[in-house]
């Protein structure tokens, strides 16, 4: 007996079950957290809080004070006994002590341990199922009867009395176990929907954790190249810049040894002239004429000025060979410059030059073949299957089938106009021939817009092009086709990914004005520097 007053006591009163991390109310009373807070959170909607229990209100939201008392005897309670609380549901008609449920009876309303489901009703109304204290649940809330039918309608269980009269009348019903079984049935069907959207879920965080290693992998690969890169361009320059101030030093130490003989002759010039002075000057004071007349002749000096002054003139003209120096310093650059494009990130193209036999009778090509004019007057070049017959467009002579190249356009003569690459099987008749149909890539400016298209859908950048020159750069291999800004700093504007099938032709589309293939030279980097 003292043992079952100790299980009420240790009852909730909102969950009717045994405390679970109890807690207390200011007016003394204790629940479970959980159940309290529910209820906490179901008054907070009118804002008057009150104790399930005594009901005495509180003008805020109780705090909550865990009673770690009761939280102690809550613990042995269970650790003395453990069977009791393995459902959490006991005998109806075990009225002395608490004995576990095994079963429960939805007609009797009653749950039944060992000994009272032996004397139990075998009845078929009679419906056993696992033990719970949710028998209410079970039974019609109008009819008080036991659902045993499930309306696909309405897609609720009901009794015998629904089926026959009330709302559900005329529904399509099915038995609970039958419903059950179509239930669990679609249940596993999700089931193995969701597992197969996982394993592919699974796949595709595998793919993205592949190429996230593969770019760490390229990334460290580029990093690697770029770095050994700028080594070996320091070291070219520091070996370039070595040679220039060799040759600096040469010229000054050929120039200084050429002077400093020549100074020295002058200096035993300078000697002989002085001794000669003074020579004179003791003969201009003498006396006696006769010593005068007698001392032999000095010589006449003006035999020797003639090659003196050429002496002179042939060092004064001397000086470092700054032409020398300067073409010494270029050829470096040009080469240190030609193997860095050459042999290192990109290949560059032949100079991209214009193919007069694909241009539009609208378009006029200039004579360098690097500056194409949108033009009213129609040009008669003969119709072949090579030229665009619709489209203002050109292609280039050269094609591109491996490796890694680069372009460059000014627009800043036209407000619209499309560039970018296309097959040679590109469609020369038609309306659709136009850049960026399926067998081309373009980026576009139009009406102030700008954008990318390819097999006819487009997407807009935002912003536009702002230095009016752009770097159409291709990847063959890797099937990347990008586009450049090139204002400072460059912007990325958009990179198409394709696998290219065929070789690709520069092309360029003008709505209205004219655009100018850019070219760009290897000695520009060193042409300021003397």
């Known amino acids: 007996m003292a043992s079952a007053d100790l299980r009420k006591e240790l009852d909730c009163s909102i969950c009717l079950t045994i405390y679970t991390d109890p807690v207390t109310l200011r007016c003394g009373h204790n629940f479970c957290r959980l159940c309290i807070d529910q209820v906490l959170d179901t008054q907070e909607v009118t804002g008057v809080y009150s ?5 005495k209100r509180f003008q805020q939201r109780p705090a909550l004070q865990r009673n770690i008392t009761l939280c102690n005897i809550v613990g042995s309670f269970r650790s003395a006994q453990p069977d009791q609380e393995e459902t959490g549901v006991f005998c109806t008609y075990c009225i002395h002590s608490p004995v576990p449920a095994v079963m429960s009876c939805l007609l009797c309303e009653a749950s039944l341990c060992d000994n009272h489901l032996r004397v ?12 719970t204290t949710s028998l209410e649940n079970r039974k019609c809330s109008v009819h008080r009867e036991l659902y045993k039918y499930y309306c696909t309608v309405d897609s609720a269980c009901i009794c015998v009395s629904c089926s026959l009269a009330g709302d559900h009348q005329g529904h399509k019903v099915q038995m609970l176990d039958e419903a059950c079984k179509k239930k669990k049935q679609k249940l596993r069907n999700d089931l193995q929907e969701l597992i197969t959207k996982t394993e592919e879920t699974q796949k595709e965080v595998q793919s993205l954790q592949e190429n996230k290693r593969n770019v760490h992998k390229k990334s460290s690969g580029v990093t690697e190249r770029v770095t050994g890169l700028f080594r070996d361009l320091r070291r070219q320059l520091d070996d370039l810049e070595k040679r220039v101030l060799r040759e600096v030093s040469r010229q000054e130490e050929q120039l200084f040894l050429a002077l400093a003989d020549f100074i020295q002759q002058l200096e035993i010039k300078k000697a002989e002239l002085s001794r000669k ?3 004179i000057e003791e003969l201009c004071n003498m006396t006696d004429p006769l010593t005068v007349l007698q001392e032999s002749h000095t010589g006449d000096l003006c035999d020797t000025e003639e090659g003196d002054k050429e002496d002179r003139e042939r060092h004064d003209g001397r000086d470092l060979d700054v032409a020398l120096i300067t073409h010494t310093l270029h050829t470096g650059l040009s080469d240190i410059i030609a193997g860095v494009t050459g042999g290192c990130f990109i290949q560059e193209a032949a100079d991209i030059l214009l193919d007069i036999n694909t241009a539009s009778n609208h378009l006029h090509i200039s004579d360098d073949m690097k500056i194409v004019f949108r033009s009213d007057i129609r040009q008669n070049r003969p119709q072949t299957p090579e030229r665009f017959q619709n489209c203002t467009q050109v292609l280039s002579r050269q094609s591109f089938s491996s490796g890694r190249h680069y ?29 960026g149909n399926n067998k081309s890539w373009c980026l576009w400016r139009y009406n102030n817009l700008c954008g990318v298209t390819h097999d006819r859908k487009g997407i807009r950048l935002p912003g536009n092009v702002s230095s009016n020159r752009i770097r159409i750069y291709l990847d063959y291999e890797a099937g990347q086709l990008s586009f450049y800004d090139l204002c400072v700093p460059i912007r990325h504007l958009h990179t198409f990914t394709a696998t290219f099938t065929e070789p690709l032709h520069a092309t360029l589309h003008v709505v209205k004005g004219s655009i100018k293939i850019c070219g760009r030279s290897n000695q520009e980097m060193g042409d300021n520097i003397m």
């Open 51 to 55: 104790c399930p229990e005594c009901r």
């Open 407 to 435: 372009w460059e356009v000014d627009v800043s003569k036209s407000e619209c106009w499309f560039v970018g690459m296309c097959y040679p099987s590109i469609d020369r008749g038609g309306k659709k021939s136009s850049i």
């Open 277 to 279: 002075m003074c020579h």
């Open 120 to 131: 139990h009703s075998k009845s078929p109304e009679h419906v056993l199922c696992d033990p």
